[in-house]
């Protein structure tokens, strides 16, 4: 669905990614793991479009999509969520979600200024999708609450529920799990294996290990910038590289 | 209309009030000084749109209230053209250079915007005041005609008065559709993470430039209804004090607020001309209240009043079968919350 | 010929101004992410300080400045400890906009206490020294020399002691700032003093060429501002360059292309370059 190739970002003489080749599977849980600093969030950053690389070539099912805004990005159906939630803590869940569904609608300002016909169809057709997203992640009952009374874990599913409001093929999940205590930790997996199941295409950076053993079906090792390993869980908990770079020398130390 | 004040009543009562006080007094002292609350307050409201609902602080706006009034001015004074024509080319003028200097000055983030528009605000005011040959300068410009409609002349403060609260009054309007809206909740979004917006589609870049417009545009209608009611200018009306004190307004009633602009520009005025003798005295005063505003009410009057109100109302309990109830309320208190300033 | 060299000096003079100023807002900048609108006002309140030390007091030049630099450092103290010290965890919009508070409330007060008139402070040093056939006036040269011995010491400050290159650490570098382990607020404390007592020596040099009066701060606090955006904000070796070229270009301009709208120039630079380059001329690329 998504691949990369020699996908590179340098800042000024750091390498922060260097020469990629990767590729997300339609339907699959992918998941990027790596010590602090190997380049994942770098990596996200190139692929939803925050980023322009420096050179490489990042191609969206099958179209080049290497240079193009964020923005466009996210029309095309990549949604991300950030590792501080950037929520709007002083307004409301509601308020927060109803944003998450105007890249799909037209109205400008002149059809908000008169309530053309359109401008209120497609009003309501945000919040309808806002309630359902919110449904969708299990936090109906928080849509009235404002953002910043809610617990940290509420704030990560309610990310979630605005970057599905995007209608989103592949959803970018940037350490979901940080913060939150081990049972919130195994809720927040049932939501991604959900959304899994109704047929979402994710990719994930995080540092539970465990998590990711049991939810991904691939996993990529990056280490300083460079992928060191590609495979199935089973796979990366038995490669030696990885087991020295990252798990240093325990297999299956949690990280975290 | 759900907007703050939230019972139905006070905004048409507002009206009502405000479409009667010419009957009730002559006295064009007291017409005067509501007709300058009003034309700030539409300047004002602009540069809330910009700083307070997409949040990009502009100082610029002193110098697009200059511009459109001395585009009215300079029309109808020089090119003898109609009040009408006039005014619809000072907002057209101010609207295009607004977005060509959106253009550029957009791409700037957080504090280098600021310093930019404070630049591009002295450089208006420094053209209006050295381009003698076109503004006269100094010496001011004098001897714009009387505005007229067909033959309706503007003649008296009443109906000048009558003329500049339509404009208010159409302008409020705009921006309370606007602000309730899914282009102001765009324009919310940008203040609140930029990153976050254009994660999730929204051309960042595009609404800002939108919200700009749409401010300098409010800007430079003041200001041509300025020159049209004064009918003599000189270059100090584009002067950066003016951006200063129109801040001063914006946050004493309320940044990102509907109805703050209003307030604080009453307010304070009125509180100038009470403090008169103390002409001297003035930013004396207002310079530490703007200190001790960002330090103790940052979101000014109104934000501060529907703080109180919100917490009075999470008090009660949340019914959530009437699912119309539930969107109602998501819309107030959205804009509830909105008296948060961020960079 | 003699013209352009003769432009060239007061360029040198006006830039070592601009640059003294500049330093401080672009210290303070990347101590505190806080564009001080009302540094210029600290500008002018050092140039009335040194001016009525000197008319009223009887001080000579010298302590004159002493006097006033210490002054400056006072209230330079005095306004971070009371307005942006408590804003410090405030969004960033916040300070900058009681900055301009503090701005307005300078000018008022100084038009109040001392009046619009323009006053003239007489130089001590009103000789003229022949340089390579050209005339230059004794006080330029103080000028020029003293900003250089100015910035060469705060440059010793901030490679020599450990609270300077603290400083100058966390106005480069805001990351890992802390490491050293002195206190965040000792630094901005600092910072402000410094930041402040620059702007009064640098007014106070430059009493004697320019004139004295409430409104002086503005104009050089923008230009100033100009300055630190070109030379990327938080950045030292930027605002003592953006200074040099801002001050050259201006007393070139002027002398060459029309005086009027000399005061244009800096700002029609700045439009000019942040239209190529949205994050100044020397930034590096954000990561």
Redesign the interface.
Known sequence: MLKTEKLTKSFGGNIAVNAVDFQINQGEITAIIGPNGAGKTTFFNLISGLHRPTSGKIFLEGEDVTNKPSYEIAKMGIARTFQTTKLFAEATVMDNLIIGHRLRTKSGFWSAVIRSKRYRKEESECREKALQVLEFVGASELANRPVASISQEEQKRVAIALALATDPKLVLLDEPAAGINADETSGLAELIKKMKQAGLTICIIEHKMQMIMNLADRIMVLNQGTKIAEGTPAEISRNETVIEAYLGGTPHAQAH | MRSFPASKWVVPALLLVALAIPLLTDNSYYLNMLIMIFIWTIAVSGMNMIAGYAGQLSLAHAGFFGMGAYTLGLLMAKAQMSFLVSLVMAVALTGIVGAVVGMISLRLKGHYFAIFSLCMGVIISLVIEKWESLTEGVRGLLGIPIPKIGSFEFSTVTSQYYLILFFLVLAMFVNRQIVQSLVGRTFISIRNSEELAEALGINVMQSKILAFVHSTVLAGLAGALYAGYLRFLGPEVASIEHAFEMLLYLLVGGISTLWGPLVGTALVMAMMQLLQSWQDYRMIIFGPILVLIVMFLPHGIMGALARLKMKRQSVLPETIDNENRVIEKGTTDRRLAGGEIDA | MELFFQQIVNGLVLGSIYSLVALGITLI?GIM?L?NFAHGHLYMLGAYVTFFMITHYGLSYWPAILFSVAALVVIGMLLERL?FR??HH?????????S??????????A??MWGSDYRRLDSPYDGVIDLFGLTITEQRIIVILSAIALMIGLNLFLKRTVIGSTIEAMAQNREGAFLVGINANKVSLMTFAIASGLAAAAASLAAPINLVYPSMG?MVN?KA??II?LGG?GSIPGAVLGGYILGLAESISGTYINS??K??AA??L??FI??VR???LFA??A?
């Open positions: 900048y992410q564009p307005v408590p804003l405030a969004p960033h919009i916040n300070s900058m906009i009681a301009i508070g503090v701005m307005l409330f300078i000018e008022a007060t038009r109040k503005a923008l501002f100009v955006v904000m009027e709208y005061d244009l700002f029609a700045l439009v942040l239209t949205p994050t100044g590096k690329e990561r």
